[in-house]
């Protein structure tokens, strides 16, 4: 297996705060990775950065063979990169399925395919029920679901998601957990932050470490619960890592 992505000594900084520093790995096409770090890590930043929402102030990022740094979200959107935002930004005045309408037609050109495929990503997230409902009137559980299908109905080749499961009850971890298990059977290559550990230790095939901008560790999730950088970085959150 190739990489798909590369991550070369990236840093960005944010007047004094040094958000990501010099940070680097690769991820291959079919993982699912999982991306941990405390609060303030960096986490989200370097989900941006990736994902176009941001430029590096150094280094650079190959997607695919390509050099795509400095890429505009829309256009890593059309390579392939999607993410979820941590803080959902529907547009609340629309239905559901008009949300994820708005992502299909990156791809589709015409409102009946739109239409196809945000259905299909309705189902496949399990919001078919919701698909006419004002997307204002979701809960904080289908809002995280809506968030999944709008990155999702863009088609990615790569998807990062950053805390899905933030605010759902046990059994929506439980079904999140299993449908973004299957998405590399699917040809969907996953980089995954989530506060709730235990679900991505589940799944992840590997993780990598972040703390204050640094990556401190990499490896398997097993690995990672009993290396003492990763233990001493948690130090002080309410948060059990195996
Ligand atoms: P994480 O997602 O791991 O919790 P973030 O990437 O959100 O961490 O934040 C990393 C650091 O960068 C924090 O100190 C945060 O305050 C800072 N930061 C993130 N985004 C901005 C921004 N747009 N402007 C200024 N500082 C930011
Ligand atoms: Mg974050």
Same mark, same amino acid.
């Given at each position: 297996?190739?990489?798909?992505?590369?991550?070369?000594?990236?840093?960005?900084?944010?007047?004094?705060?040094?958000?990501?520093? *010099?940070?680097?790995?690769?991820?291959?096409?079919?993982?699912?990775?999982?991306?941990?770090?405390?609060?303030?890590?960096?986490?989200?930043?370097?989900?941006?950065?990736? $994902?176009? =929402?941001?430029?590096?102030?150094?280094?650079?990022?190959?997607? @695919?063979?390509?050099?795509?740094?400095? +890429?505009?979200?829309? *256009?890593?959107?059309? =390579?392939?990169?999607?993410?979820?935002?941590?803080?959902?930004?529907?547009?609340?005045?629309?239905?559901?399925?008009?949300?994820?309408?708005?992502?299909?037609?990156?791809?589709?050109?015409?409102?009946?395919?739109?239409?196809?495929?945000?259905?299909?990503?309705? *189902? @496949? =997230?399990?919001?078919?029920?919701?698909?006419?409902?004002?997307?204002?009137?979701?809960?904080?559980?289908?809002?995280?679901?809506?968030?999944?299908?709008?990155?999702?109905?863009?088609?990615?080749?790569?998807?990062?998601? *950053?805390?899905?499961?933030?605010?759902?009850?046990?059994?929506?971890?439980?079904?999140?957990?299993?449908?973004?298990?299957?998405?590399?059977?699917?040809?969907?290559?996953?980089? +995954?932050?989530?506060?709730?550990?235990?679900?991505?230790?589940?799944?992840?095939?590997?993780?990598?470490?972040?703390?204050?901008?640094?990556?401190?560790?990499?490896?398997?999730? $097993?690995?990672? $619960?009993? @290396?003492?950088?990763?233990?001493?970085?948690?130090?002080?959150?309410?948060?059990?890592? $195996?």
């Amino acid at each position: 297996m190739s990489a798909l992505l590369e991550v070369r000594n990236i840093s960005r900084s944010f007047r004094t705060t040094l958000a990501v520093n *010099d940070v680097s790995f690769s991820v291959r096409e079919g993982e699912l990775v999982g991306l941990m770090g405390p609060n303030g890590a960096g986490k989200s930043t370097l989900f941006n950065l990736i $994902a176009g =929402v941001l430029p590096p102030s150094a280094g650079e990022i190959v997607y @695919d063979g390509r050099t795509v740094t400095g +890429w505009k979200a829309h *256009d890593m959107a059309r =390579v392939g990169i999607a993410r979820t935002f941590q803080i959902p930004k529907p547009y609340r005045q629309l239905s559901v399925i008009e949300n994820v309408m708005l992502s299909a037609f990156l791809r589709e050109k015409s409102i009946v395919g739109a239409r196809k495929v945000a259905a299909a990503t309705l *189902d @496949d =997230v399990g919001l078919a029920d919701f698909a006419e409902s004002p997307a204002s009137s979701l809960t904080v559980g289908l809002l995280k679901r809506l968030e999944v299908a709008r990155a999702l109905a863009m088609r990615p080749k790569l998807v990062l998601f *950053d805390e899905i499961m933030a605010g759902l009850t046990p059994t929506e971890v439980g079904s999140m957990t299993s449908f973004v298990a299957q998405l590399p059977s699917r040809g969907i290559t996953v980089i +995954w932050v989530e506060h709730v550990l235990y679900a991505i230790m589940k799944t992840a095939t590997r993780m990598i470490v972040i703390n204050r901008g640094k990556q401190i560790a990499e490896g398997t999730p $097993a690995m990672m $619960a009993r @290396d003492p950088a990763v233990v001493k970085a948690y130090l002080g959150e309410e948060i059990a890592i $195996a």
